[in-house]
Nanobody, 126 residues
Framework: QVQLVESGGGLVQAGGSLRLSCAAS????????MGWFRQAPGKERESVAAISRSGGNTYYADSVKGRFTISRDNAKNTVYLQMNTLKPEDTAVYYCAADLTGYRAVSVTEREYDYWGQGTQVTVSS
């Protein structure tokens, strides 16, 4: 049974940092492109970042470029999202997702992903 479990969310002041983790079980992480998505209240879920199986290719939404960094440790079956210079508009539930795809591919859209975590809340106060 595949499980993706996010952790590291919380309440932080604007300008602060958080590091989200996504621990995967029941799958071999190196076989999957991994992505982070977020959903703010009243809004649709949106892609934040993604990283290829190799780790060599990444994608970032324009709204987080230069502030967020996605990384992965396939040996630990874990993906990370380092979030710096947080803004109130970053407040959302953050989800990690796994997509079984090609070695260098980076998946951006929700429909490409096969497995999802339950999410972790990130709240940024002004």
């Amino acid at each position: 049974q595949v499980q993706l479990v996010e952790s590291g969310g919380g309440l932080v002041q604007a300008g602060g940092s958080l590091r989200l983790s996504c621990a995967a079980s029941g799958l071999i992480l190196s076989s999957y492109c991994m992505g982070w998505f977020r959903q703010a209240p009243g809004k649709e879920r949106e892609s934040v970042a993604a990283i290829s199986r190799s780790g060599g290719n990444t994608y970032y939404a324009d709204s987080v470029k230069g502030r967020f960094t996605i990384s992965r440790d396939n040996a630990k079956n874990t993906v990370y999202l380092q979030m710096n210079t947080l803004k109130p508009e970053d407040t959302a539930v953050y989800y990690c997702a796994a997509d079984l795809t090609g070695y260098r591919a980076v998946s951006v859209t929700e429909r490409e992903y096969d497995y999802w975590g339950q999410g972790t809340q990130v709240t940024v106060s002004s």
